[in-house]
């Protein structure tokens, strides 16, 4: 009955009602412990639902045409935070990624593609750079929640330095012509980083 319920009734302004209510309760340090993890346990199963339920005439994962909803619950997010250093430091991840990731992604698949060939590799490199965007989002959403493991944040912040530095030196925006020829090495390299740092990320205990 809920899939049937999420599938034809539920609205964008269903969803952000919902986050709302539950976001500050998640994510504020003032809230007590149990009832934060509750929270934080129904907008990540949210958040994980809103990747696999396609909402209104949006695709899945996107609560507009080039919004996606891990955008808009980090937003959320951002607002609720009273640590000042992390909600300047989330703030300033979320503007990274509107101005270089989403924005390249967008311009990708809005360009002309006269040929197949070059059809298909745009096609290949927006879903990259929609991955990476979806990645870096998660790990913010991660870095934002209260706790006290300084160690963690710190370890946290230094991979998802190196995820940026990684998308920028893939040049996933130049996915056809003379660009793509010469990208080509420094864009293999920089996939071998991207690899081992999943890698580490898969395998920590």
Known sequence: MAPTLFKHCLTTEHVKQSLSVMVPVAFARSSAVSIRQQAQFKVFGLVQLLQKQKIGETNKGFSSGETTWLYEVNSSVNGTLEDEGIAKQHKKLLKWVRKNVTTARVALAEG???????????????????????????????????????????????????LKEC???????????????KYAEERTAAFKVLFDLLLSLLTKP
């Open 167 to 181: 998308f920028e030196n893939m040049h996933l925006e130049a996915a056809t012509g003379k660009k793509a020829a």
């Open 112 to 162: 002309e593609h006269k040929s197949t060939e070059n059809k298909l590799k745009v096609d290949v490199a927006t879903k990259r750079i929609l991955a990476i965007e979806k990645l870096v989002l998660s790990m913010s959403l991660v870095m934002t929640i209260p706790g006290d493991d300084l160690e963690m944040m710190s370890q946290l912040m230094e991979e998802m330095e190196e």
